[in-house]
């Protein structure tokens, strides 16, 4: 079946510029979540979903940085006014609503900031 | 608060050998615990889980791992190394949030 799709898959952008990546989650998942993959940094999070209720934003590392999530579906994260830290590897999960299913990762958004 | 550590930037072991990648993990009540494994420009995917249960838990591609709780570990392990293993592994643990905290990754290079 179909997997999550992010996209891009790569983007290059100039800094100050604002960014919006994609995430289409795995129909019928209720829970989305966003990493940021940085090198030798392992994933930080950055933001949760999870059906109808208000997301867990306490991983968004500015002002900068915010994400939707449209009829419990698709989502989007913005960044605006990018900087050269920003430039990282985007990665979008979803996964069923019970407490011990595994996460499902798209191939994730390659973001370089210049 | 929950954490994850794994000691080991990268494993190398010739092909055929066992391979271990160790994690160990903090959490305030009882751990979830996951391995995932990650490809070059792939996301992550799942390889195994503990919930409760065994301690010693089996996944994909003939991986498995042993929770032990007084050592707070949960170490992947594979009796017998393919080169096609080689990749970068992530150990998760989550308590009761909903948001796994990852370890740094484990580079795995299997040698011919």
């Known amino acids: 079946g179909a997997g999550v799709s992010q996209s891009p898959s790569n983007k290059v952008t100039e800094k100050g510029k604002d960014v919006e990546l994609r995430c289409d989650p795995i129909?019928?998942?209720?829970?989305l979540y966003w990493y940021r993959q940085s090198l030798g940094q392992g994933l930080e999070f950055l933001i949760y979903?999870?059906?109808?209720?208000?997301?867990?934003k306490s991983g968004l590392p500015s002002d900068r940085f915010s994400a939707e999530r449209t009829g419990g579906s698709v989502s989007t994260l913005t960044i605006q006014r990018t900087q050269q830290e920003d430039s990282a590897v985007y990665l979008c999960?979803?996964?069923?609503?019970?407490?011990?299913?595994?996460?499902?990762f798209g191939n994730g958004t390659r973001l370089t900031v210049t | 608060a929950q954490s994850v550590a794994q000691p080991e930037d990268q494993v190398n072991v010739a092909e055929g050998n066992p391979l271990t990648v160790k994690c160990t993990y903090s959490?305030?009540?009882?751990?979830?615990l996951f391995w995932y494994v990650q490809y070059p420009n792939r996301g992550l995917q799942f390889l195994l889980k503990?919930?409760?249960?065994?301690?010693l838990v089996k996944g994909s591609y003939g991986f498995e791992a042993e929770f032990n709780k007084s050592q707070t570990s949960f170490h992947l392990k594979k009796p017998s190394a393919l080169v096609s293993d080689s990749a970068l592994y992530f150990c998760?643990?989550?308590?009761?949030?909903?948001?796994?905290?990852f370890g740094r990754g484990t580079s795995l290079i299997v040698h011919p």
């Open positions: 503990y919930i409760t249960g065994d301690n």
């Open positions: 129909s019928g998942h209720t829970a």
């Open positions: 959490v305030s009540g009882n751990p979830y």
């Open positions: 979903f999870q059906g109808n209720s208000a997301p867990d």
């Open positions: 998760a643990v989550r308590d009761g949030s909903y948001i796994p905290t």
């Open positions: 999960a979803s996964k069923v609503d019970t407490d011990n299913s595994p996460l499902h």
